[in-house]
């Protein structure tokens, strides 16, 4: 059975960069069948599609964020990451890691992280 | 493209008939699916495609709509139903979600 699990600094200061891996088990991350991502929702707002990656390596990222945004994958470790630059409080979320069967439909989620930017 | 949940919050009781609606801002053809996440524990893809459940997902969960109106209708709450909805746009990049319905206990 699949599962992703978040890790990474409960908080983060502003003006730095916020750093997550996510951990992949019961599945490939080589697999072309699919896209590995990240989703977030800041408290009381609307959950967010970050980004994804797919087999080969190839990104792709909201228009709203990708000026902030790199994900990146290790395959031989079946992890993959978020790194968001630059953080403001608007970056405080919980963030999760996704499995995206294709066009965006997220099939597996991570319980998701609690990432606060504060000072 | 937005995407607007209503109600934002329900209270029923076991045994009822529930029903929550999405509009999309703009026509999003069938690409529409939805969520489901309980306290503490992973969101969990329920319906996509509009009406097509997952693997497991009991058949008391149902999608309906086209274009731009969508609904989920659980024909008969079960306790285990009590948590927290979201439907999510497929069509347009980025994919959007709506604010979420709480299904909550009577």
């Known amino acids: 059975q699949l599962q992703l699990q978040e890790s990474g600094p409960g908080l983060v200061k502003p003006s730095e960069t916020l750093s997550l891996t996510c951990i992949v088990s019961?599945?490939?991350?080589?697999?072309?069948?699919?896209?590995w991502g990240w989703v977030r929702q800041p408290p009381g707002k609307e959950l967010e599609w970050i980004g994804s990656?797919?087999?080969?390596?190839?990104?792709y990222y909201s228009p709203y964020l990708q000026s902030r945004v790199t994900i990146s994958a290790d395959a031989s470790r079946q992890r993959f990451y978020l790194k968001l630059h630059s953080v403001t409080a608007a970056d405080t979320a919980v963030y999760h890691c996704v499995r995206d069967r294709g066009q965006w439909l997220i099939d597996c989620w991570g319980q998701g992280t609690l990432v606060t930017v504060s000072s | 493209i937005q995407l607007t949940q209503s109600p934002s919050s329900l209270s029923a009781s076991v045994g009822d008939r529930v029903t929550i609606t999405c509009r999309a801002s703009?026509?999003?053809?069938?690409?529409l699916a939805w969520h489901q996440r309980k306290p503490g524990k992973a969101p969990k893809l329920l319906i996509s495609g509009v009406s097509t459940l997952e693997s497991g997902v009991p058949s008391r969960f149902s999608g309906s709509g086209s274009g731009t109106d969508f609904t989920l209708t659980i024909s008969s709450l079960q306790p285990e139903d009590f948590a927290v909805y979201y439907c999510?746009?497929?069509?347009?990049?980025?994919?959007?979600f709506g604010g979420g319905t709480k299904v909550e206990i009577k």
């Open positions: 019961g599945g490939s991350i080589s697999s072309t069948s699919y896209y």
């Open positions: 703009q026509g999003i053809s069938r690409y």
């Open positions: 990656i797919d087999y080969s390596g190839n990104t």
């Open positions: 999510q746009q497929l069509n347009y990049n980025p994919p959007a």
